[in-house]
């Protein structure tokens, strides 16, 4: 584990480091997540192995700190995530994010394009989500910040599966909080569209094409369906997963 402080304050972000060659490879996780967690076993397969792998905690979550005083946006979550890399010394990484990870890395490569050279987006957030009283970030979102820390995030707790409480309960929750409220009501869509480097989109076969396929292909973007699997393609289908990332990455 390596660790580097990403803020005025000194909070560390903290990271699983897999040594191999360059360019390297940085795995992001989704919201109440940890890639150390979600991404070892596919990071470790025979097929993506032998590349220099950093598995990155995001501020707030996992192994990292969980400051209250930060905004914890999705451009911030990628700033922070940039001062990583700089201190790592990683150019141009093939980054892959699940979810909230995907969308991190979206700005990631926006804002910090000398520090991404592919993007490989897992079943990532690229639209607005209404507010709704169910799991995930639309659930999470429709509490206030007050309401979340003061019972909320017990309801959460009580809807969510135990797998996905056990990461979800190591984050600070003001920072699980935030994040979901940013995610809910951000969009990445014309950002990812634009951007001038190889970007795949991996979503579960069984939901179906992502909505706007049609115009993400037209812009560049690989669509790849992965059977039996759902939203956590990496842990319900590592053989799949890891010939599509590396499918992808061979563009």
Excluded: K
């Amino acid at each position: 584990m390596r660790h580097t402080p990403v803020t005025p304050n000194g909070d560390r972000l903290r990271w699983v480091e897999l040594p191999g060659a360059d360019p390297a490879r940085v795995y992001v996780h989704g919201l109440g997540a940890s890639a150390p967690a979600y991404f070892a076993a596919v990071a470790a397969h025979p097929v993506l192995s032998g590349r220099r792998s950093l598995l990155a905690d995001l501020l707030g979550f996992g192994l990292s700190d969980r400051p209250t005083d930060f905004p914890y946006t999705m451009e911030a979550h990628a700033d922070a995530l940039a001062v990583v890399l700089r201190a790592a010394g990683v150019a141009g990484a093939e980054v892959i994010g699940h979810s909230m990870g995907g969308t991190v890395a979206v700005h990631l490569a926006a804002r910090h394009p000398d520090l991404v050279s592919a993007l490989v987006l897992v079943d990532a957030n690229l639209d607005p989500v209404a507010p709704s009283r169910r799991s995930g970030s639309s659930g999470i979102a429709t509490f206030t910040e007050e309401e979340f820390l003061n019972g909320g995030r017990r309801e959460v707790r009580e809807s969510v599966s135990p797998f996905w409480w056990a990461t979800m309960r190591l984050a600070g929750p003001e920072a699980l909080h935030r994040s979901a409220v940013h995610l809910a009501r951000g969009s990445v869509r014309e950002l990812l569209l634009d951007l001038p480097l190889p970007r795949t989109f991996l979503h579960p076969a069984a939901d179906g094409e992502p909505a706007g396929a049609a115009r993400l292909r037209s812009a560049g973007v690989q669509v790849t369906a992965v059977a039996d699997c759902g939203h956590n393609i990496m842990i319900d289908n590592p053989e799949g997963f890891v010939r599509a990332v590396a499918g992808a990455l061979a563009r």
